[in-house]
């Protein structure tokens, strides 16, 4: 079973106003990083501004992050270079250092504590090599000042890696306590606890689980996958879950480190108020499609022991983000949403850089202005791989929802062992049933986005959808979409 991720377990609560108007500017939905650095901006602009969230603060991508703020990020130039011109790729590299100094110049203007570090992209064998050292040429095309260091002074077994000086890491929750003080103090609403279900195309009403609604000029879907499906974005990204551990240790290395080969492995130090932390994170699958949550966890575990014995285990957690089809994230006007629907979404677990650089380019385009870097993002041509890519991610998802459907009819569902479920068939309907804190509970296991048949959690106790990663707990209410409806309990 999963703990929280070390900065919510130690962060205090950040209340909710009491309070929702009828009536605004501009509505973000969500309340990460990107939530509420755009509805800052917009308030600092003198506009009124809610932001609403369907859990707590930083409750789901943002608050479980490793919290690297970096612009070498694993093997991600090289992969958009392969996919995109270097001009595309070269705006993608401005967004991101401008993401970044917008972040860090917050930080420094309202004493929010972070480290410089130096971030490294290494090669954990020989297969991993040439994905490392095509990452370290990537980088210096597009104008990062990387060096080639052979011997990273770590104490497990590599081929050197790429390393780009001067980058940062924190506390994410640290951060979303500070920039919700500030929305507020500009007039800025920030409201957990209610869940957007929709957003009208005709007239400007938002729409929420409670039957309530709230009206505003521009809607903003600071959400993972936007829970509206107009531009099908939930066919163009993939959902991806990582993991992560948090363990005591004397004296971890201070890199950011990424592992360019599969599994993932990455690594850092962090500050605590008990010494020093060694975070170990990665081995991350596509949401739903794993046997087992829990053996990921364990795998990361073994690691850490054979390279680092003195390391005492404090936390493990999971995240979730998502990644494009063709590499860049989806930022800007969502289609057919009459110009006042906004997406922010694809940073492929890289979103303090790109979150912020989202707001600035989302709040000068509320305000008629546009990001310099955002035209050649917005209107990339992409090459015949990324087409494929999307073919791929589509397919991927059919078979598994055709496979699913077939394996939940083989058996009948038997009472679960505590903290297990599982999926089978009663009657017509796939069922889930699963036992937690001494309940069993049963579920249709048919997520309420388009129908995929959930899988059981086994480390977070929830169900989650192989097609388009949405998450529900035990008991069926909604943890992240594109679902905005609970499932159905079986009979």
Excluded at 24 to 41: E, P, S
Excluded at 98 to 127: I, K
Excluded at 375 to 395: C, D, F, G, K, Q
Aim: glycine content about 12%; proline content about 5%; hydrophobic content about 35%.
């Amino acid at each position: 079973m999963t703990t929280p991720s070390p900065w919510r377990d130690r962060a205090a609560p950040i209340e909710t106003d009491t309070e929702l108007g009828r009536e605004y500017d501009d509505v973000v939905v969500g309340a990460g990083l990107t939530g509420l650095v755009t509805g800052l901006l917009l308030a600092r602009a003198g506009r009124s501004v809610a932001v609403i969230e369907a859990r707590d603060v930083g409750a789901v991508t943002t608050g479980n992050t490793t919290g690297k703020v970096s612009l070498l990020q694993g093997t991600r130039l090289s992969r958009i270079l392969a996919r995109q011109s270097r001009r595309v790729a070269r705006a993608y590299v401005e967004s991101s250092r401008e993401g970044q100094a917008w972040l860090l110049r917050f930080c420094d203007d309202h004493a929010v504590p972070y480290q410089v570090r130096d971030a490294a992209t290494y090669a954990q064998n020989q297969d991993a090599l040439p994905a490392a050292r095509a990452e370290h040429e990537a980088a210096r095309k597009l104008g990062l000042d990387v060096t080639w260091r052979d011997d990273l002074d770590v104490p497990f077994p590599h081929l050197g890696g790429t390393v780009l000086a001067g980058q940062a890491q924190l506390d994410a929750m640290d951060l979303l306590g500070t920039l919700v003080s500030e929305l507020r103090h500009e007039g800025g609403t920030v409201v957990t606890g209610k869940r957007v279900v929709g957003a009208a195309l005709s007239g400007d009403a938002v729409s929420l689980s409670d039957g309530g609604s709230v009206t505003a000029s521009n809607v903003v879907l600071a959400t993972g996958v936007p829970i509206l499906d107009r531009g099908l974005y939930f066919a163009k990204l993939e959902p991806q879950r990582s993991y992560g551990l948090a363990f005591r240790h004397p004296s971890p290395p201070e890199l950011m480190m990424l592992s360019s080969g599969s599994p993932t492995v990455s690594v850092r130090d962090a500050p605590s108020d008990d010494g020093s932390l060694l975070l170990v994170g990665g081995h991350g699958h596509v949401v739903g499609r794993t046997r087992s949550h829990a053996a990921h966890l364990d795998a990361l575990r073994a690691w850490t022991q054979e390279w680092f014995p003195e390391a005492q285990e404090t936390h493990a957690w999971s995240a979730q983000d998502y990644s494009s089809h063709d590499g860049l994230p989806f930022v800007g006007r969502l289609p057919r949403g009459r110009g006042r629907l906004y997406i922010a979404t694809g940073f492929a677990k890289w979103g303090l850089t790109g979150g912020p650089a989202a707001a600035l380019s989302i709040s000068k385009e509320i305000q008629g202005h546009r990001a310099s870097w955002q035209r050649p993002i917005s209107h990339r041509v992409t090459r015949p791989r990324p087409a494929m890519e999307l073919v791929r991610l589509n397919t991927s998802a059919g078979l598994h929802l055709v496979g699913d459907l077939l394996r939940a009819g083989l058996r009948r569902v038997n009472d679960p062992e505590e903290g297990s479920g599982e999926v089978g068939r009663s009657g017509l309907l796939p069922v889930g049933r699963s036992r937690t804190d001494g309940r069993t509970c049963s579920i249709v296991a048919l997520c309420t986005h388009l129908g995929g048949t959930l899988t059981w959690n086994d480390a977070e106790h929830s169900w989650d959808c192989p097609l388009h990663g949405s998450r529900f707990t035990a008991t069926g209410e909604v943890l992240e979409g594109p679902a905005t409806r609970p499932l159905h309990r079986a009979t």
